[in-house]
């Protein structure tokens, strides 16, 4: 094969898109795209996950940032949401028996506004017609019999009572201490000497019947506590069925609307039940006496707050299951929170009203869509929400509680039964941190959907595309693109991919890209966006983000970065790298050197020895031992020493896309041919000799031609590239045209053997039966050159060192380091 077979011909070195192929004059003519481009993989994983409902089925979106995650997921939900069951309201309501513990009723949708507004129109009412009925002259009349009769009883018996003591002679008084029995003397009390002048015989008698008396009277005040027992109980059986006669006319058409929830008529029939026995506080409330005069105590009013409704999630206006994505997973945000009060003296109160809802609560029962970063990040949130996904409930609590030092009043509803789907959106590297580290990860994320960043070129996903962007500029009001101006955005998307056959699924630049394109169109006042205004663009983008480039760029054409682009040096070679800045990438020359020499060090990678290289770099540099002692130690080993060194390099290097730049200088250091400066190399290397494919490929050939542009293009200057990244070549049109015209040149190769051909003009040669190489060959220059390096360190070989090589190889005595070195 000659070189000039190797030469990567004009037409491959980028794929065009002819615009003839669609169909559209502009993208209005275009409908709106519906569903997502390519991620046929992500795709039906998600409709996997989705359609499981079994315990552990979440979703993990795994891919790269403007990959289309968070839209593909919040469409496909949205759709499917739609065709789902009504969700459920939530509401929280006074626990009458546990203040401390709401308590948590579920709803159909609508219902629980329904209900707490029936709630306030029930209060409402009890407290309108409770006075009223309190004070009708039904009530009166009947209390005022209840109260008559007893009055009645008790005045027959203290008449029943008073009568047998008047006939035993002692009358019935009212003391401080209570009613006693004093005897009667001429219709006074005896005095102290009127009794004591009494007989023992008639004082005996006297406190025999004052004993009997004192009975009969504490038999008739217990008579009479009865009695005011029976009396409170018929007062109160009174107002209950006041109460209940009231009450029932409001909360019976209540009992009767929720009859099929066992929970809500819990709830009413406590709330009747505290109703008649908190009536007092629906009585007309008196003012408070100040104890001082002149000031006016504040009025104090029952609260009634306990007889209201919490809608913690009201789904009234929710058509189908609800998709909820929560942009700040903070565990309050997640999971509700209880609001404090704070009164007078610093104090906080709380109470079930004030128990608020978190983003788990508004999904239950349809979708919720969080950032796995962020919800890694905020505290608690991740080891809540496994807590979640594994009780199947949701608790609102305060957090913090455990980490005070003084407890405040707080409360423990009742929890929220928990069903719905998590879809969690992050990286690859959180998802294999996630799964490797986290035990409970796998049990709770059972499906993966991997959304790649590239995808197939196929005619249908060109057509996606056009969609695409005509539901960009349709939604956002940006210009129409024409057809020339579609097929430019899919070549810069074939761009960013570095593959002839494969699009760009970042969107998030594509979109970015389109309204650029509009605005630089809109800025010259046209109505389409073509070709030309995609290309500016990007080239705005370039500029604005390429001062670094253009510094460096600087420098070599003022000699401060020495780069040769003529002429022949031997040992000297120009390698490419690429630099990524965040924002902006692009490739550079750097001149790579080898020297040779007499010695047994091997081969020294200078940036190894002073740690400025990467392992993957100084495998890449081990590989060029095993090279060549393949090729050229089978009749003799290789005794040399050399040194590879990236000149004027002051930063890390990493990666082994020079292996084969570093080889090539060792190979003309070795045989003394020079090599073509004009020429630039990229590509890895194997044992074998085999050049294998790299990245960045583009940038590395413009970066270049860009400093052959600026020192000169004499025809004789290109780029050397693995044959395998020919399909990689998206490059710019100028360095295309430079390629056509022959100002420029790319070549592919899969061999060191092709490569230093090009370098050299000097065929590399091709081993002969007898084991030995075409003279006047590279190969044959090396192998001689190797041949007698080891002579000359024969010569120089001590006599122990001579006795040692003596010996057979499995018999050679291993020596210490410091031997070696002594």
């Not at 992500?42 to 289309?68: D, K, P, V």
């Not at 004993?211 to 008739?220: E, I, M, Q, S």
């Not at 709830?267 to 006016?296: C, H, M, R, W």
């Not at 050299?760 to 030995?772: D, F, H, K, Q, S």
């Amino acid at each position: 094969m000659s070189i000039d077979d190797l030469k990567v011909p004009a037409a491959k070195l980028r794929w065009e898109c002819d615009p003839a192929q669609f169909d559209f004059t502009t993208t209005d003519d275009l409908p709106e795209l519906d569903g997502a481009i390519g991620q046929e993989r992500a795709l039906r994983a998600i409709e996997f996950g989705l359609g499981m409902q079994e315990n552990g089925f979440n979703l993990y979106l795994s891919g790269e940032t403007g990959t289309g995650r968070t839209s593909t997921i919040s469409k496909l939900l949205k759709r499917r949401a739609k065709a789902e069951p009504s969700l459920l309201d939530w509401c929280y309501v006074y626990n009458f028996k546990a203040p401390d513990n709401p308590v948590c009723l579920s709803l159909p949708a609508g219902k629980g506004s329904e209900l707490a507004e029936e709630m306030n129109e029930l209060l409402d009412g009890m407290r309108a017609d409770i006075p009223k009925a309190l004070d009708s002259k039904e009530y009166e009349t009947n209390k005022a019999a209840i109260v008559e009769e007893y009055q009645e009883k008790n005045g027959e018996l203290f008449a029943r009572l008073e009568q047998e003591a008047t006939e035993k002679g002692f009358a019935l008084q009212r003391t401080v201490s209570g009613l006693v029995m004093v005897p009667q003397k001429e219709g006074r009390n005896y005095t102290q000497e009127e009794y004591e002048a009494l007989s023992p015989e008639e004082r005996e008698k006297l406190d025999e019947a004052g004993r009997y008396l004192t009975d009969k009277l504490n038999d008739v005040l217990r008579q009479v506590r009865e009695n005011e027992k029976g009396t409170k109980e018929a007062l109160a059986r009174l107002d209950r069925d006041l109460v209940l006669s009231v009450v029932g006319h409001h909360i019976d058409p209540l009992k009767e609307k929720y009859a099929g929830f066992d929970k809500v008529l819990q709830y009413l029939e406590a709330v009747q039940e505290d109703i008649i026995l908190n009536l007092e506080d629906f009585k007309e409330q008196t003012p408070q006496q100040s104890p001082i005069p002149g000031l006016k105590l504040p009025r104090v009013e029952p609260s009634f707050e306990r007889y209201q409704v919490n809608v913690l999630v009201d789904n009234k206006d929710t058509v189908g299951a609800a998709v909820v994505s929560e942009p700040n997973p903070t565990y309050n945000n997640l999971f509700g929170r209880i609001e404090h009060i704070m009164q007078m003296g610093g104090v906080a109160t709380t109470n079930f009203t004030l128990i608020k809802p978190g983003a788990l609560h508004r999904a239950n029962g349809g979708y919720l869509i969080v950032d796995a970063r962020e919800v890694l990040i905020n505290p608690f949130a991740w080891d809540a929400l496994k807590r979640c996904i594994r009780s199947g409930e949701i608790k609102v609590e305060d957090i913090l509680e455990q980490y005070r030092f003084m407890s405040i009043a707080s409360l423990k509803p009742e929890p929220v039964p928990l069903q719905a789907k998590i879809i969690m959106i992050g990286s690859p590297w959180i998802y294999y941190l996630l799964y490797h580290l986290e035990p409970d990860y796998r049990k709770f994320f059972k499906v993966k959907a991997d959304f790649d960043s590239r995808i197939a070129r196929t005619p249908e996903i060109m057509k996606d595309y056009a969609l695409f962007v005509a539901t960009h500029c349709k939604n956002e009001k940006l210009l129409p693109f024409d057809r020339s101006g579609v097929a430019e955005l899919l070549e810069h998307s074939a761009r960013l991919v570095e593959d002839q056959g494969k699009l760009s699924s970042q969107f998030m630049e594509i979109a970015d890209l389109i309204r650029e394109a509009s605005f630089w169109a809109g800025k010259e006042e046209r109505t389409l966006v073509t070709r030309e205004y995609v290309k500016r663009a990007v080239e705005e983008k370039v500029y604005r983000s390429n001062r670094i480039e253009e510094r460096l760029q600087e420098l070599i054409e003022e000699g401060t970065i020495m780069v040769d682009t003529a002429g022949t040096e031997t040992g000297q070679i120009n390698g490419l790298s690429v630099l990524s800045l965040g924002d902006y990438t692009f490739g550079r020359p750097s001149r790579v050197t080898a020297r040779v020499y007499l010695g047994r060090g091997g081969m020294v990678n200078i940036e190894r020895e002073v740690k400025l290289s990467g392992p993957i770099h100084d495998k890449g540099v081990l590989i060029l031992s095993g090279y060549l002692g393949g090729k050229f130690a089978h009749d003799k080993p290789l005794s040399f020493s050399a040194s590879i060194c990236f000149e004027q390099s002051y930063e890390g290097v990493e990666g082994d896309s020079a292996s084969s730049t570093e080889l090539y200088a060792l190979l003309s250091a070795l045989s003394g041919v020079p090599l073509k400066q004009g020429i630039a190399v990229t590509g890895s290397v194997n044992q074998l000799g085999k050049v294998q494919p790299i990245g960045g490929v583009n940038y590395k050939i413009e970066g270049f031609y860009a400093v052959c542009k600026a020192k000169g293009l004499t025809g004789e200057q290109g780029v050397l590239i693995p044959q395998s990244n020919v399909r990689h070549l998206m490059l710019r049109d100028e360095v295309v045209e430079a390629v056509r015209s022959g100002q420029f040149h790319i070549w592919s190769v899969e061999t060191i053997d092709q490569g230093i051909e090009i370098l050299t003009g000097v065929p590399a040669g091709e081993r002969l039966a007898e084991g030995a190489y075409p003279e006047g060959t590279i190969n044959w220059l090396v192998d001689k050159k190797l041949r007698e390096m080891v002579e000359r360190m024969k010569r120089f070989s001590g006599p122990a060192e001579k006795e040692e090589r003596k010996q057979p190889e499995e018999v050679r005595p291993i020596r210490s380091e410091a031997e070696e070195v002594s």
